[in-house]
């Protein structure tokens, strides 16, 4: 098994509203004082009530009994259906705590599986009387025991993908960092060769310079993509994020390329969301130098940031909108996927990983972003962010 | 000296200097005569959709290109010059690590070569053997 019930929270953990919602279910449906989902532990041989209703007494608060007292054991040691009418006419009940005074008589204990078909334990309903179950009573036990397994499975698919976008971010931290290790060697060995470059043929010597670039044009991609790593992954805490700050800092980063080109950049008051920093601020440092590097020759951008507040949806609009060269209609539903560059990279370099930064942001703060252009006057990208809780 | 074996290729690839690279190792393989490069593959469309033009006896393609990419190319080429295109070999040049692309341009029947970069003389005259003896 890839996961132990511990890491699923079915061992040893708190009682939770979508299994309780299930034991509640039956009770109603099934018009029973007692229905519980039971968790064999096979190492301390117990039985552990992942939920529980209609539990007195001692068992309320232990939430669990040994292996032995229970008719709930069957179902997995069996793995399958346990039915009792009257439990002391059971066969299987024979001899078995089951068989004294104040003992339910009646029961029924429909198996629980884990996604590979393994018992773990049940969903048990019982009464005090004894009584003839029928098979609509049956199949309507057995349903919710389907459901319980459902949830059981959802839950292993969830821990599932985070371990696997764990792994991916991880992966992909470690090869960024052995692919800077090689082109750091290149890069001083070009520097060596630079230094008596006049034995080299002139064809030569502008390979070295070629060289070099390609090699700075790496470690831009290599700095792309791990900023990208940190967008993959489970969720991290979200905390409460000032975006006109993460502008602010976003503004003074490239203040270099505003000098350069002469831009103006106007906005509104951005609002506080909660959020992960190093995200938004990746996404907006994406944006805004989009805006400052796709520009018509001889033409200072200008860049109008605003932001229209959605009462109803309870989220915000935040709108960067240029005077550059646009995204033709044609290529503008393929900008936000990784790695697609619309411009050689000698005109307009890139390395085609900022948009798909920008959307896989805007996903994990449950948010939007949207490109509109007619092709030729300017661009405005909209991101949507929930507000602040 | 005799001539070289193959008369014209192009390349596509927006990679300014993989273009020199290529011409480069073309030149020295001795294997062909004319290099005409393109950098979007959109231009080479143009090219070839020229009444006028040389006979191309080979065509080299990189995947992963601004706007167009190299299969997005080869689809259009196909359905757009039929079988005086399928008369060209098609070598697909790429530093695509992507499985699935290797399996899509073996599953083609536009392409006739998969290669990875770097490009060598020896792949030239794989590429010279197809295109002397077409099978």
């Known amino acids: 098994m890839k996961f132990t019930l511990q890491d699923l929270g079915l061992l040893d953990a708190p009682p939770e509203p979508d299994f309780d919602n299930l034991t509640q279910l039956a009770c109603d449906l099934m018009q029973v004082p007692v229905a519980h989902i039971s968790v064999l532990d096979r190492d301390k041989k117990r039985i552990f009530f992942k939920s529980q209703q209609g539990h007195t007494g001692d068992l309320l608060r232990s939430r669990e009994l040994p292996m032995g007292q229970t008719y709930c054991q069957q179902v997995p040691l069996k793995s399958a259906p346990l039915i009792v009418n009257d439990a002391r006419l059971h066969p299987a009940l024979k001899g078995t705590p089951a068989q004294t005074p104040d003992q339910p008589r009646a029961y029924i204990g429909m198996p629980v599986y884990m996604p590979a078909g393994q018992v773990i334990g049940g969903l048990c309903v019982m009464r005090p009387d004894p009584h003839e179950w029928s098979e609509a009573e049956i199949a309507r036990a057995s349903k919710l025991a389907g459901c319980v397994s459902d949830l059981i499975h959802l839950r292993v698919a969830i821990r599932t993908s985070e371990q696997s976008r764990r792994e991916q971010r991880d992966f992909v931290y470690a090869i960024s960092h052995d692919l800077k290790s090689p082109a750091n060697t290149l890069r001083m060995i070009i520097d060596e060769i630079i230094l008596e470059k006049d034995r080299l043929s002139p064809d030569l010597q502008g390979f070295l310079g070629n060289g070099l670039a390609a090699l700075s044009r790496m470690d831009t991609q290599i700095e792309d993509v791990l900023t990208y790593a940190h967008t993959i992954g489970p969720k991290q805490g979200f905390t409460t994020v000032d975006l006109s700050q993460l502008l602010a800092e976003v503004i003074a980063h490239r203040q270099g390329m505003i000098d350069e080109t002469g831009a103006t950049i106007t906005a509104e008051a951005l609002p506080t969301v909660k959020g992960d920093a190093i995200q938004l601020r990746a996404m907006l440092d994406n944006l805004i130098s989009n805006s400052l590097k796709f520009t018509r020759p001889d033409v200072p951008p200008r860049i109008t940031i605003t932001v229209r507040h959605d009462p109803e949806w309870r989220g915000h609009r935040i709108s960067i909108a240029d005077n550059g060269i646009g995204i033709p209609k044609q290529d503008q539903t393929k900008v936000f996927d990784m790695f697609t560059r619309l411009h050689l990279p000698d005109i307009y370099p890139g390395t085609g990983i900022g948009l798909a930064l920008c959307r896989r942001a805007a996903e994990n703060h449950n948010g939007t972003i949207a490109v509109a252009s007619d092709g030729t006057n300017g661009t405005t990208f909209t991101v949507t962010l929930a507000e602040a809780a | ?135």
């Not at chain 2, 004319?34 to 009444?51: K, N, S």
């Not at chain 2, 008369?87 to 006739?112: F, G, H, W, Y």
């Open chain 2, 1 to 135: 000296m005799t001539s070289p074996p193959i008369k014209t290729v192009i390349t596509i690839d927006d990679e300014k200097i993989d273009q020199l690279l290529y011409k480069r190792i073309m030149e020295r393989s001795g294997l062909i005569e004319t290099v005409i490069p393109f950098r979007m593959a959109q231009d080479a469309l143009d090219f070839l959709a020229l009444e006028d033009r040389v006979t191309v006896d080979a065509v080299f393609v990189d995947i992963n290109m601004p706007r167009m990419n190299g299969f997005e190319f080869l689809d259009i080429a196909a359905e757009r010059f039929g079988s005086d295109f399928a008369k060209c070999v098609v070598v697909m040049l790429t530093t695509s690590l992507d499985p699935e692309d290797q399996a899509r341009a073996e599953a083609s029947e536009t392409i006739n070569k998969f290669l990875r970069k770097p490009l060598s003389i020896e792949d030239l005259q794989e590429v010279a053997q197809l295109v002397l003896n077409p099978t």
